[in-house]
């Protein structure tokens, strides 16, 4: 079993502190220095617009200033991280960005608005010759959305959180198979504390017949562009730890032995010739954003020498 060094995780703080954005550095603080949940939170607050939702390249793949479900999901999931609660305000006004760009006709939220095309992307992200594919109903980012409305249920209208739930099950039922995104969508929507037990076993037994076709468990299939077993049991506690043990195991040692000399893990995807400059700053953007992960996952597992 391979451990990352102190070294290692000093490297990657270095990392963090000279070429991270200031969300990342706090994050790192916060998770293995003397950091506090107030200064990470304060670093995300500058994302967030007036209308309650997020953008400004959040997502360092969408260089949108405007909101999107998109970058709103991301500051949820760091919501979680840092344990910020339901109540507190930034919290509030992200839930009601998501109440007021619910789509009722189609019990989703599209996860990039039309504006974002004015705006440098990835190539994935263009709208125009695909307009159908992000107006339809996704469990990308709708399953994910969901638990953030039980935790927030007090702030949602009550006849919201019910249909949706229902669609998002509906789906899941009726598909033989699951893209990546949306099963990632899904395992952040168990990962609900608040989400009732019935609910939450009926959406578990149903990704546990998907995962095994999604996910890629030859190292070889991690060196491009693959859902890897780490993301899929994300700690130990995992309810998909079974059956993924030794792939989880050897999924440890290779993000451990990846890493690079200047103590960063770089995105293995690229924007091709789209947008030069701005995939500059993206790919040095998200090489803080996944050096951070990386690292948070290793403290999990406790593969990190010298943190329990």
Request: proline share 6%.
């Amino acid at each position: 079993m391979n451990m990352m060094t102190k070294d290692a995780l000093e490297a990657a703080g270095r990392f963090l502190h000279s070429q991270g954005r200031p969300l990342e550095k706090a994050r790192y603080d916060y998770a293995f220095g003397n950091g506090t949940s107030e200064a990470a939170l304060e670093a995300l607050a500058e994302y967030q617009n007036d209308d309650g939702g997020f953008g400004h390249a959040l997502e360092p793949d969408l260089r949108a200033p405007e909101s999107s479900a998109l970058c709103t999901t991301i500051a949820f999931q760091l919501f979680r991280e840092i344990g910020v609660p339901a109540d507190h305000p930034m919290v509030s006004r992200g839930l009601g960005f998501l109440v007021e760009t619910f789509d009722a006709g189609r019990l989703n939220w599209r996860i990039i608005p039309l504006v974002a095309e004015r705006s440098p992307r990835a190539p994935w992200w263009y709208q125009a010759d695909n307009m159908e594919k992000f107006d339809a109903f996704s469990l990308n980012p709708t399953a994910e959305i969901l638990g953030y409305l039980f935790d927030g249920k007090s702030q949602v209208p009550e006849d919201t959180i019910a249909p949706v739930s229902d669609r998002v099950l509906s789906e899941l039922t009726s598909i033989e198979k699951i893209e990546m995104h949306k099963l990632l969508c899904c395992l952040r929507l168990l990962e609900t504390a608040s989400l009732p037990t019935d609910y939450q076993q009926q959406i578990e037994n149903r990704l546990r017949q998907l995962i095994g076709n999604t996910v890629a468990r030859d190292p070889e299939g991690w060196k491009g562009y693959s859902l890897r077993p780490l993301q899929v049991a994300s700690n130990p506690e995992s309810p998909f730890m079974q059956g993924l043990e030794e792939a989880v195991s050897a999924n440890l040692d290779y993000e451990i032995s990846t890493q690079n000399t200047d103590g960063y893990w770089p995105p293995n995807w690229a924007w091709d010739d789209a947008y030069p400059d701005e995939w500059s700053n993206a790919k040095r953007e998200w090489a803080g954003v996944i050096t951070i992960e990386k690292l948070l996952v290793l403290k999990r597992f406790g593969r990190i020498d010298g943190i329990a």
